[in-house]
Nanobody, 121 residues
Framework: QVRIVESGGGLVQPGGSLRLSCAAS????????MGWYRQAPGNQRELVAT???????NYADSVKGRFTISRDNAKSTVYLQMNSLKPEDTAVYYC???????????????WGQGTQVTVSS
């Protein structure tokens, strides 16, 4: 019942910027966490940033000071502003949502299909 859709990826030169968007839709009772992960060629999927409903945001050390995560709870939408991009940031970026679909159900993890970010000159 939950659908996750990402957008905003593309090709950018080193030092450039991109803004990713993610919207969760469907029969969602509540969300506890929304965030972003990424997977570079040959690597495991890794955390980029998370934004819980309660508590503080969390960033990977490699993106602190360059990336900013924001969230609109009313729209079940999360954004990732990426500045000062480096070739090492090249990866498929996946939106993540931990959500429940009813008042009695537990929380489950949902993933988007991913959006490609390529940083190259």
């Amino acid at each position: 019942q939950v659908r996750i859709v990402e957008s905003g990826g593309g090709l950018v030169q080193p030092g450039g910027s991109l803004r990713l968007s993610c919207a969760a839709s469907g029969t969602i009772f509540s969300t506890s966490v929304m965030g972003w992960y990424r997977q570079a060629p040959g690597n495991q999927r890794e955390l980029v940033a998370t934004f819980p409903s309660v508590g503080s945001v969390n960033y990977a050390d490699s993106v602190k000071g360059r990336f900013t995560i924001s969230r609109d709870n009313a729209k079940s939408t999360v954004y990732l502003q990426m500045n000062s991009l480096k070739p090492e940031d090249t990866a498929v970026y996946y939106c993540y949502c931990r959500a429940s679909v009813s008042s009695r159900g537990g929380y489950l993890d949902y993933w988007g299909q991913g959006t490609q970010v390529t940083v190259s000159s």
